[in-house]
């Protein structure tokens, strides 16, 4: 079997920073990879139900804006497959047999799933959806058959769980699913970039993010507003690079180039970190120049998002023949699951008369 890579997002909104350098920079290189058979981009619309189930619209809407986030960054429909989770049935009929392999307080053990349920301050009314989600994404990953899976670090106690009901799927019934490995960002500190005010990582729903399509106003406000050192008051001030988010950035998105460019006082990022630990350089000065640099970056990807959001007939064919091509995919994995379940009843008439034959004969022998 070939290289098969499954990824996706939760269409809650227009995507971030976070996304860009936790996995869309991945999914770029990996579709120029010719190592890899095929690359499917899901779009989670069911999983992102899970939390905004009074408010299906919301989801509806976002579908086309996360889809044209990915088309402006570069992400190619000729070399990867895009498609919308709730469109593909084979995902909630394995979610359905999956659930029999999982318990409860193993998914109260997951770290992610914790996480996000104290974020989104859920109390008595936690939905079960939601609380099983890590199910469903196994369901997602094992129905393309996926080996490959690009995910931010975040997301790595949902791939641990989805190897788990791999593993126990395949020794009850035999080998049937595919075993999927996570990849993940190189640079550490891109895993979890925090938001601009430093709190926590990059988050809609914190408010707290610079979408990929920021505007330039806006970036201009979000960027000059960022958390730096509480401590460094005056310019003369020593100024402390831990913590600081305006240099956590610069650790991400900079390099040598950018001063020769924006900022020649210095040959590169050590030298103006250097002279910020000792004190003379301002935090204005550090903030326009991380504006420079994001600005170089997101222009790019705001330009083709203005052309891509004038070809809606060529984003609803994209995103159609993908989701039709995704279904054809899963169902072929849902068939092989029953089959190894022995549940497949009227795909095999002979096996079943045939076995049915024998338990009487059997019955009649003894």
Not at 84 to 111: D, G, H, I, K, W
Not at 115 to 141: C, H, M, N
Not at 210 to 236: F, G, P, Q, R
Not at 239 to 255: Q, S
């Amino acid at each position: 079997m070939g290289k098969i890579v499954l990824t996706g997002d939760r269409p809650t909104g227009r995507l971030h920073l976070g996304h860009l350098v936790g996995s869309l920079q991945n999914r770029l290189l990996l579709q120029d990879d010719k190592s890899y058979d095929e690359i499917f981009i899901m779009l989670a619309d069911g999983q992102a139900l899970t939390d905004n189930f009074k408010n299906p619209s919301f989801i509806r809407n976002n579908i086309i804006q996360v889809l044209i986030d990915y088309l402006s960054i570069g992400l190619d429909p000729e070399k990867v497959t895009f498609c919308v989770q709730s469109a593909l049935p084979a995902l909630c009929e394995l979610t359905f047999y999956y659930l029999n392999l999982v318990t409860t307080a193993r998914l109260e053990r997951n770290p992610t799933v914790k996480t996000e349920i104290a974020q989104k301050k859920f109390d008595e009314g936690l939905p079960v959806g939601f609380y099983t989600y890590p199910i469903s994404q196994a369901a997602d990953i094992t129905a393309f058959d996926a080996n490959v899976v690009p995910v931010g670090v975040d997301q790595k106690p949902m791939i641990e769980q989805t190897r788990e009901i791999v593993q126990k799927f395949n020794n009850i019934y035999g080998e049937t699913l595919v075993m999927p490995e996570g990849i993940y960002p190189k640079d550490v500190k891109a895993h979890r970039l925090v938001g601009i005010d430093g709190q926590a990582k990059m988050s809609k729903s914190l408010n707290n993010c610079i979408y990929i399509s920021e505007s330039a106003e806006s970036l201009k406000t979000k960027v000059m507003s960022m958390y730096t050192d509480k401590d460094h008051i005056n310019i003369t001030d020593k100024g402390k690079i831990e913590g600081n988010v305006v240099f956590t950035y610069l650790d991400v998105f900079c390099n040598d180039n950018h001063f020769n460019e924006y900022l020649n006082d210095y040959k590169n990022l050590d030298e103006m970190k250097e002279h910020y630990q000792r004190g003379g350089l301002g935090d204005v000065k550090c903030k326009k120049f991380l504006l420079n640099i994001l600005e170089e970056k997101i222009s790019v990807y705001r330009e083709s998002r203005v052309k891509w959001e004038k070809k809606i007939n060529d984003i609803y064919d994209i995103i159609k023949s993908g989701t039709d091509r995704a279904i054809e995919k899963t169902n072929k994995t849902c068939d092989k699951v029953k089959k190894a379940m022995k549940i497949d009843y009227f795909q095999d008439k002979d096996t079943i008369v045939k076995e049915w034959e024998n338990s009487i004969g059997e019955k009649a022998r003894s």
